[in-house]
């Protein structure tokens, strides 16, 4: 039987900022055109949290019942580890995805955003379905492309459309950044499985691309991710100030160009939602000073 501690590792809380920050952004973009709301912004995160951990736990059962996490570098599996049963951890992603349900229905109901029913729907069998059911699309290669449109566009976008119901081009630059700081957290995570992935017939991207080059992809992710905020300069300034979570980006990319051991690759997923969470904290921030100055 899995301790509490145990349940809490394995709902991989360094992955938490990435439900946060689309949060954070949409909100911003909402306020962007005076339209943000702090109970809808809640409602939001709790949607993107339960989300969040439901997708780590069914990831968890999903590759544990089917060995992929019998041999890894990383953190505690509960399936893989023995911590608990498949059933346990099936269970748990379900009452996750359950309490996303709650949430985001209130949302809907609140925003009058009914065409988002779809969506959720849509999220959640995505969720199960990057490493769940007899097909997993994160077996072959699609779980990026998952990644950006659920972690980035659907988010973003969501998130400020509940809110101020219409969309800007800060909006839409928002959740294409988040989307691409969420790659290349899903990255560098497959990277680090690379040798037991492919032992397991898992082809994620970072398997298809090979060792270097998808190194070289994560680099690419988080490059691409500073400079198309850039296009909102001219019209904001105070973009500019984004820029100071670009350390966090370049430390990022020195340790997974130039690690050797896997085990080194590890930390770079804290990073990645930490650098996530500042830029979008700072991108708000950018946005309120030009309002209020």
Same mark, same amino acid.
């Given at each position: ?12 809380? !360094? ?12 909100? *911003? ?10 109970? $809808? ?125 219409e969309l800007n081009l800060?909006?839409?630059?928002? *959740? ?26 898992? !082809?994620?991207?970072?398997? !298809? ?5 998808? @190194? ?12 198309? $905020?850039?296009f909102l300069v001219p $019209? ?17 990319? @020195? ?6 051991e896997r085990a080194a ?24 000073? @030009?309002?209020?100055?």
């Open positions: 039987m899995a301790t509490p501690a145990q349940w809490i590792e394995g709902a991989r809380l !360094r992955t938490l900022p990435m439900a946060l920050a689309p949060v954070v952004a949409g909100t *911003a973009a909402a306020q962007s055109m005076w339209g943000a709301r702090v109970g $809808h912004a809640l409602l939001a995160f709790l949607v993107a949290l339960f989300l969040q951990v439901g997708v780590n736990y069914a990831n968890d059962y999903s590759d544990g019942i089917k060995g992929t996490d019998d041999e890894r570098v990383g953190p505690l599996r509960l399936v893989g580890s023995r911590a608990a049963t498949p059933r346990q951890v099936f269970a748990a992603a379900m009452a996750c995805f359950v309490a996303a349900a709650v949430a985001g229905l209130a949302l809907i109901i609140l925003s009058r955003q009914w065409w988002f029913i779809v969506i959720g729907i849509s999220a959640v069998f995505a969720a199960w379905g990057y490493t769940g059911g007899k097909r997993p699309y994160g077996y072959r290669g699609w779980g990026d492309v998952a990644v950006f449109v659920y972690f980035g566009l659907v988010a973003v976008v969501g998130t400020t459309i509940t809110q101020a119901g800060e909006a839409w630059i928002a *959740a294409t950044v988040t989307g691409v700081f969420a790659c290349a957290l899903l990255m560098v995570n497959n990277i680090r499985d690379i040798p037991g992935d492919r032992e397991v017939g898992k !082809r994620t991207l970072a398997v !298809r691309l090979g060792n270097n080059r998808a @190194r070289v992809v994560f680099a690419a992710e988080i490059a691409l991710g500073f400079a198309l $905020h850039l $019209h904001n300034p105070w973009m500019l100030i984004v820029l100071l979570a670009l350390p966090l980006g370049i430390k990022a990319c @020195r340790t997974v160009l130039f690690s050797t690759l590890i930390p770079v997923l804290k990073l990645c939602g930490i650098l996530n969470l500042v830029w979008s904290v700072l991108f708000l921030l950018a946005v309120l000073l @030009r309002q209020w100055l």
